[in-house]
């Protein structure tokens, strides 16, 4: 479990710092530059990343805090499409999902880890997608505070995004809940 919490730790906190760093000249992204920084930041990321992975895998099994009833594992796949539309929106041109959602990346990963709580009750599963629920909190709130709303008003909306995030958005979800997450996770999906 402590691999898990330190991959989280470190995972999040790169995260949490890069949201809440300087932007003054004297930032450490401005010292670095933005190639160096970027290279550090990502292979800290990876660190944790790696760290969660490893003590996900190694918790198990956990102990049980919650026995979820069987609905929950249906409502948690309506979710996981609604968060992989979400995931791709924020990477397609502005549509009017991400210029009313503003931030879809954020709010993917919210719906990603509240679902995942919804239908998982092991401790490892808890401090894993609660931690990353807390995160996305934490971000919006953080982008917000910086004056980060999204797409303004003057954004000009582009249909093909929503097209866009939409397909390939539900061909990434059905992948994953059809072929990869049992190879990727070790859990399949459908049972």
Known sequence: MIYLIAGIAVFMGTHVFAAMRDRGGNSLRDRLGYGPYMGLFSVVALVG???IIYGYGAARPAAILYSPPTAMRHVNLLL???AMVLLVAAYVPTGHIKKAVKHP???SLKV???GHLLANGELNSVILFGGFLAYGVISRISAKRR???GPGPEAIVNPMGDVLAILIGLGVYAAIAFYL???LFG????V
């Open 181 to 183: 997450h049992p190879i």
């Open 105 to 107: 990346m954020i709010l």
């Open 49 to 51: 990343l790696g760290l």
């Open 112 to 114: 990603w880890a509240f």
């Open 187 to 190: 859990v399949p999906v459908l």
């Open 147 to 149: 004056g980060d709303n």
């Open 80 to 82: 996981m499409a609604i």
